[in-house]
């Protein structure tokens, strides 16, 4: 079976992003003013993770599918 | 130093260790032999090649040791990319990889079989088998150190624990799944570090600030004020810069031989380029690395820079210091003290989970090189000659199981024994130091002969051990760290630095090995056929065509550009 590398990272990233930001949205300021300057990072990185995430997913779904039509379209001669 | 993890942190590093396991039980199913095993079938595409190829160089001791680096030196620590590896990664993929790739040598020492002789190949399987399973070891002893240091875990079930999933995934699905792998620790070590830079350097005031931070830094060193901000201003004298080198050591030991030493001829780099689909892509998998590599000083070293910037003058309010060891700056900790200052509960996770990929794609990059080395070069050439390749198979998986065992071993004698590892480590820088030679020599001088390449090898490393035992890096006492030959009778060499000596360690190396190949290849016979050498020498091998070739596709024109980008980088920090 031949995985495409960019589905397990878009998977992976996306989780990555949404449990970030999701974290971001219920965490306590005081952390953010302690360490990061203020800026709630998980919540602003996290998006960043999900949209890099969504692309590989995308990128690879695509590939998917282009693959497969050439499949049928090599399955039907003459098409 | 410790950190607390909260639950979301653990929550990333499980998704983390749940993905990479995955990837090794999914891509098992598409393993049915060794070309699948240990050269994952020469299928993948050259983008996933290059960034394994970066991947598995792209282990703790670059993350930590770079950014400990530029604390200690400043941006000079960016020569070991722009002069020490980019210039090296063009050269292997425009020159050496039609070799590699093209001749039915499945790894470096099988080329110095096919291009020499045994002896030859049988020296440089063993060693190299050798210093890849020490290197897995000491990665994992220092991940296991550092993870009870700054977390608190226990050291037995650290190293437990990495070998456990590094063996899953290497066993499973062998060089493939250890490539995939290392795609994904490449982009997370980018997204991990990333927002440390932006927010240091947020803190400082962007470069300007960051300039004017360290050039305190410089004089308090007695340094002149720029010598942490410019890469070659101050190389004109070894007592100037920071790394007490002067640019003739640095470009011809870091730049030429050190450099292509490793990217050049190390099998755990070419194999990622190797497992490529086809010659193009093998060729432009170096360099499509190169791109990213040549970033990199601004996501490993910067962090050093600013952790230094901020501990001599923290400014900003951010009362940011590294900790100490024994009175001076502990530089090795200025990744996980600055994770700890500047990353709240959750992107530690992240930060975290980049710092133990980074450790683990060197070790699976260790392992995977190890299991090809030995299959392919010391028990089919030595052991058993004429078995089923189902048989090498079972004896590449079981090899996978060994090498992490003796990995473990290692990693406990580092432990137990510090010394024995740094004279070890000692032992094989001398053994590869002159080791370019061998193949410069080889490839494009079809003179030279099997008995030139062994002597020229073994007076290399003479050479390189003789040159450390006649000198000594300033302050240090003789013993481990050169000099011991000053035991029995002549005087030492005295060097600016530690960095100094390994540079002309490497050109003494080099040099002897080039001049004695010369020499015994002139005084013996060449007993290999022109038709033998086709394929393996430049002056006998056809030059891939790439007539259709899309430019971006030419590893030449490529190879240009990425050379001209880096001129630009060395310019602007110059």
Request: hydrophobic share 50%.
């Amino acid at each position: 079976m031949d995985l495409d590398v960019r589905l397990p990272i878009g998977l992976m990233f996306s989780v990555f992003g949404l449990l970030l930001a999701g974290f971001g949205l219920v965490s306590d300021p005081g952390i953010y003013a302690a360490h990061s300057l203020g800026i709630n990072v998980n919540f602003d990185w996290g998006l960043v993770l999900l949209a890099f995430g969504a692309t590989m997913l995308l990128v690879a779904l695509r590939a998917r599918r282009a693959r497969a039509e050439d499949a049928t379209s090599r399955r039907r001669p003459g098409s | 130093m410790l950190i607390h993890l909260g639950v979301i942190d653990h929550c990333l590093l499980l998704v983390y260790f749940a993905f990479v396991l995955g990837i090794g039980f999914v891509v098992k199913k598409g393993v049915s032999g060794t070309k699948d095993f240990f050269e994952s079938g020469r299928a993948l595409p050259a983008w996933i090649c290059a960034l394994g190829f970066i991947g598995a160089n792209l282990g703790a001791q670059e993350v930590m040791g770079m950014a400990a680096s530029g604390a200690k030196y400043g941006i000079m620590t960016s020569h070991f990319y722009w002069l020490g590896a980019i210039p090296a990664m063009v050269f292997v993929a425009v020159f050496m990889m039609p070799f590699y790739y093209g001749s039915k040598a499945r790894s470096v020492p099988e080329y110095l079989k096919l291009r020499f002789d045994e002896k030859t190949r049988g020296f440089n399987a063993v060693t190299f088998a050798c210093m890849t399973v020490m290197s897995s070891g000491i990665s994992m002893y220092a991940l296991a150190t550092l993870l009870r240091s700054i977390l608190g875990w226990n050291l037995h079930l650290c190293i437990a624990a990495s070998g456990a999933i590094v063996f899953v995934y290497t066993f499973t699905g062998g060089l493939r799944s250890a490539i995939y792998n290392e795609v994904l620790q490449f982009f997370l070590i980018v997204f991990g570090f990333l927002p440390l830079v932006l927010l240091g350097l947020k803190q400082v005031g962007g470069w300007s600030g960051l300039t004017s931070r360290l050039a305190v830094v410089a004089t308090r060193n007695g340094l002149a004020e720029g010598a942490w901000s410019h890469s070659w201003k101050f190389t004109g004298a070894a007592q100037s810069n920071p790394m007490g080198v002067e640019w003739f050591g640095l470009a011809m030991g870091l730049g030429f031989v050190l450099s292509f030493g490793y990217w050049c001829t190390d099998f755990l780099v070419v194999q990622r380029a190797m497992a490529a689909k086809d010659m193009s892509a093998a060729r432009r998998t170096p360099i499509i690395a190169a791109f990213p590599k040549m970033l990199f000083p601004f996501l490993v070293i910067l962090p050093g820079m600013l952790a230094i910037a901020l501990t001599t003058d923290g400014g900003g309010g951010a009362h940011f210091s590294l900790p100490s060891k024994g009175g001076s700056l502990n530089y090795d900790m200025v990744v996980p003290a600055m994770l700890a200052h500047y990353f709240p509960s959750g992107l530690l996770g992240l930060g975290l989970t980049a710092l133990i990929a980074s450790f683990m794609s060197g070790m699976a990059g260790n392992v995977t090189a190890f299991n090809t080395v030995w299959t392919y070069d010391i028990y089919q050439a030595y052991i058993r000659p004429h078995a089923s390749d189902a048989h090498y198979l079972a004896v590449g998986r079981a090899a996978t199981v060994a090498g992490i065992a003796a990995s473990i071993a290692c990693a406990y004698t580092a432990a137990k024994f510090n010394n024995i590892m740094d004279v070890l480590q000692l032992v094989f820088a001398f053994v590869n130091a002159p080791l370019f030679a061998t193949f410069l020599l080889g490839m494009f001088w079809r003179r030279t002969t099997g008995h030139g390449a062994f002597f020229g090898l073994l007076a290399g490393t003479a050479a390189a051990a003789a040159h450390h035992g006649l000198s000594l890096p300033a302050g240090a006492e003789p013993g481990i760290k050169g000099g011991w030959l000053s035991i029995v009778g002549p005087g030492v060499h005295h060097y600016p630095s530690e960095m100094a000596q390994n540079f002309w360690t490497a050109i003494w190396a080099f040099s002897a090995c080039f001049v004695a190949t010369v020499g015994v290849s002139l005084a013996t016979k060449q007993r290999k056929s022109d038709e033998e050498l086709t394929g393996l020498v430049y002056a006998l091998t056809p030059r891939p065509r790439e007539d259709n070739v899309p430019w971006h596709k030419q590893p030449a024109i490529l190879g240009v550009l990425v050379l001209t980008l880096t001129l630009v980088l060395n310019i602007v920090f110059w």
